[in-house]
Each structure stands twice: as C-alpha cells, then as structure tokens.
C-alpha cells in the first residue's frame, strides 16, 4: 500500500487542514509546552475558504464540479483524507512571495540543509511509513525541477539514497517549461533544470524529466496551459498509466516491478534518464476495430484524427527495431525537440532506441497473445550484443476512468467514461540531444567556480547515450 509525504510551502496546502474527519485533532495541551511564561501574541492570517466542490462534499446532493476559476490550489480537487503525518509545511518561504521567491536552486539546498540539520527530516517524516512496509518496492518523488524545489528534492534524495542503498528511488522531474516572461527568468529555469538532472540522476535509480506543458499537442487534447489543475491532470494520466504494472495483482500475467523497468530502460548501468511519450485513444473504437481481422490502419482509433496502428508479430530483430520506434502522440521530454540549435543533419536522423517499456491499459488485451513482447535475461544480453533495444510490453485490460474531479481535457470521450492509454518509457539517443541543449546553456550562464563540474557532467550524461551507436562524427559541435 502506498504511502505519502507531501512538503509544500506556507499557504501552498490552500484549504487543506492537517487534520480531518478520519484523524482527530491531538491535545491541544500536546506539543505546546516551553520554558517561556511570558506574554504572547497570536498573528492569525486571513482563512483559505475551502472551493465549492470541497464545500458540495459535506452537504448532501451532487457535488460542483471544478473549474478553472474555482481551482487555485492543487487541494481544491482532491477529497482525499490525509495522514496527518503526510502534511508537512515549510514555513521558510510563503507560496508565491514576491519579497522571497522559492526559485533559486541553491534556496531549495540551503532549506532542506538547514532542516535536516535541525530535524533529521528522513528519520521525521519517512521512517515511519517505511517501517510499516512489509516489502518496500521503491520510492517515487515528484517534485518541481526547474526552480527551487529541484535544489530541495536532489539533497533528498541523496539522503534517501545514502539510508536506503539497494532501494529503487524513481524520481519524476517537473518542468513548468519556459513560458512567458524576462529572458533572466527563463535562463535561471534552464539553469535549475540542469542542475536537478545532473545531481538527481547520480542518485536515481531513474529520472524521468517531464514538460508540464508539452509544446505539441494532437487535436485531441484540449489543454489550457495556465491551468495547474489542466496540466497536472494531463501528467497523472500518463504517470498512472505507464506505472500501472507495478501495482497490477498477480492475474497470470507477467507482473513487474519498477526494479524490472530499470533493467530494461537502463542497459548499459548509466542510462537513469528516461523519454516519457503516451497516446490517448477511445476504447469502444479500439474495441470494435480489434475484434474485426480487417486492415488495422483503417479506422479512426484515437480520441482524435490520428490513427494507431496495431502492428503484428514479425521476424525477431525487424519487430524489435519496430516496436521500439512506434512515434507516440504527446511527448513529455522538456525542451523543443525541433531546436534551431540542432543541425539538420541530426534533426533527420531516427533516434536510436536502447530501452523501451510500454503499458497499454483498455482493450489493447484482446489481442494479447499476439502483442506480448517481453524480454528474459537471455534475450537482453543478447540483444545488448547485437545492439538491438530491450522491449517490454504490459497490458491491461483496465482503462483509465474519468474521475468527477477531470477536466475536460480529452475531446470525443466515449459516454462510459473511459479511455484507453498507450503509455511509454525509454532511453534512446533524444536524451543525449536535450542534455546537450542543457549543456550549452550552463556553459553561458553558470557561474565559472561551478561551470566546468556542471558542464563535464551533463556531458559524460550524454555520452551514456551514445556509446555502441554514435560514431561522434555529426556532434552538435559541428552546428
């Protein structure tokens, strides 16, 4: 069973109490104790009124639905009941402070230095959700990667690593993408961004940096990109999905953990950094389609206009290269992919694929015995010395259910609620390509004491994707 911590900044929590319904509120007396007996001055600050689909809740009758203008905190569309040990506030720096903004990398290193040294924030916070764990898969943390939060979340993560050292530590990097704003405050976010990727990967079991706003969209996303609760919705698709085989019960099917993700996604021991791509598409179309023998590219699958095309098992090494260069519709990797940066030499050439997992969720499994494709320990280090990708494929019949709480973000969803995900991880030659973007941006605008460590190793990052394929021949040096 899962367990949370979440940190936030003073007022980031909105209208969630750390105490609810299910967990009483302790003595009042408990924890209040000092040695002062002066007088004291109570500042209260002015209450965050709970949204009206939090207030719908306790009143009888259908609950309002979320919308853009009611949703100003990520709490204002959740009706979870939180541990109160899950909430834990930071107190050093308030949501959206103009006087002290939490956007400077090194803000988030000194915070989380000067609380571990004064809480141990491990020992306070996690060891007891780990104590409860029978058999602990792994740790996932989600966290901001290009401002403060990145500096705050590399120094936890070293510490989770240096406590817990053969834990899987999967870590999911946000990218609130570039935006609109001063040139500065886009280089200090490329900047950060940078920096988180190359401190978390040293840590990670595997990094997954994500666009909170993907700069293309298929049609069939309808995405307002100043909305958190729009963009966040669109990542928790594609997160919960791609993930699902790690929480799947044991159906007869192969199951996973995310110790077997890494196996295939990081094959040569440096690779910890992993491509994020999905397609949405409605499940009665797919259903109906899969069960007709006609030609699979005919027919419209996706929630839009594209089409899915479901390939049948061919010779080995053709189907592999196949299936590990399928183009899915939404790319999540952070960074203009079609950079002008890029020479059009590389711009033309295909990735090259290392590792690739993919998790279908819907009626995918109808045809399953043809789709299966799975990796065992012989075929990968075969297929390592051929240099061909190691694939693995999960599939679910399970589809990914619109909650009350969804936005709107799908267009032509089915009236059942339902849409069928096709989900992807994996390292491939891209990765290289956006560190190397990172690179030459830390190399303008990193101070010169930290410049060179930085850039060298974004660089030997980059090189992790290279090795066994790039000849070195058309390097970005020759731009």
Same mark, same amino acid.
């Given at each position: ?5 979440? @940190? ?19 003595? =009042?007396?408990?924890?209040r104790g000092g040695v002062w007996t002066g007088p004291t001055v109570i500042s209260t600050a002015p209450p965050i009124h709970p949204?009206? @689909? ?19 905190? $990520? ?17 050093? @720096?308030?949501?959206?402070? *103009? ?6 990398? +090194? ?25 409860? &764990? ?10 901001? &990667? ?7 979340? *590399? ?34 976010? !490329? ?22 706003? %993907? %700069?293309?969209?298929? /049609? ?8 958190? $609760?729009?963009? #966040? ?7 919960? *999905?791609?993930?699902?085989? &790690? ?19 990081n094959t040569n021991g440096n690779q910890r950094i992993a491509q994020l791509t999905f397609s949405v598409l409605d499940p009665q ?11 699979? #590219? ?26 590990? /260069?399928? +183009? ?7 960074? /203009? ?35 299966? @494709? ?14 061909? %990708? ?14 009350? !709480?969804?936005? /709107? ?23 290289? !390509? ?10 303008? !605008? ?16 980059? =090189?992790?994707?290279? =090795? ?12």
């Amino acid at each position: 069973m899962p367990r949370t911590v979440i @940190y936030d900044l003073k007022g980031g929590f909105g209208s969630l109490k750390r105490f609810n319904e299910l967990y009483e509120l302790e003595s =009042e007396a408990q924890g209040r104790g000092g040695v002062w007996t002066g007088p004291t001055v109570i500042s209260t600050a002015p209450p965050i009124h709970p949204s009206p @689909y939090l207030a719908s809740l306790s009143i009888d009758g259908i609950p309002a639905r979320p919308s853009i203008s009611t949703v100003k905190y $990520w709490s204002d569309f959740s009706h979870l009941f939180y541990h109160p040990r899950s909430i834990v506030q930071l107190n050093n @720096y308030s949501l959206g402070s *103009s006087i002290q903004p939490f956007e400077n990398y +090194t803000s988030g290193d000194e915070l989380f230095d000067g609380l571990d040294k004064e809480h141990d924030l491990l020992d306070r916070d996690l060891r007891l959700w780990v104590e409860e &764990c029978d058999q602990m898969q792994g740790v996932q943390v989600f966290t901001g &990667c290009d401002d403060a939060w990145g500096g705050f979340a *590399s120094r936890y993560v070293e510490r989770l690593r240096d406590e817990y050292g053969k834990v899987g530590i999967w870590v999911w990097g946000i990218d609130g993408g570039e935006g609109e704003g001063r040139k500065d405050k886009k280089l200090l976010k !490329t900047t950060n961004a940078a920096r988180a990727l190359h401190d978390l990967s040293m840590h990670a079991s595997q990094y997954v940096p994500i666009s909170n706003i %993907p %700069p293309h969209l298929p /049609e069939y996303v309808s995405l307002n990109r100043l909305s958190e $609760w729009h963009t #966040s919705a669109l990542l928790a698709t594609v997160i919960e *999905s791609v993930a699902l085989p &790690c929480r799947s019960r044991e159906d007869g099917r192969k199951r996973t953990t995310f110790n077997d993700f890494e196996a295939a996604l990081n094959t040569n021991g440096n690779q910890r950094i992993a491509q994020l791509t999905f397609s949405v598409l409605d499940p009665q179309l797919l259903k109906d389609k899969l069960k007709q023998d006609s030609d699979p #590219s005919h027919g419209d699958l996706r929630a839009g206009n594209s089409q899915y095309s479901h390939e049948p098992v061919r010779e080995d090494s053709q189907r592999a290269r196949d299936v590990a /260069e399928t +183009t899915l519709d939404v790319d999540l990797l952070p960074g /203009e992919m079609n950079d002008t940066r890029l020479s059009l030499k590389r711009l033309k050439k295909a990735p090259h694929v290392f590792g690739r997992v993919e998790s279908l969720r819907g009626p995918f499994a109808v045809h399953a015995v043809e789709t299966q @494709y799975n990796d065992d320990d012989y075929s990968r280090k075969r297929r390592r010395l051929q240099n061909l %990708p190691i694939l693995e494929r999960y599939q679910s019949s399970l589809a990914f259910e619109i909650l009350d !709480t969804f936005p /709107e973000i799908f267009r032509d969803v089915s009236k059942s609620g339902l849409v069928a995900i096709h989900a992807s991880l994996s390292t491939s030659s891209i990765v290289s !390509t956006r560190v190397k973007g990172l690179q030459r941006v830390v190399a303008r !605008t990193v101070g010169l004491g930290e410049r060179e460590a930085l850039s060298n190793g974004l660089g030997e990052i980059a =090189e992790a994707y290279e =090795e066994g394929w790039s000849s070195g021949s058309d390097d970005d040096s020759d731009d």
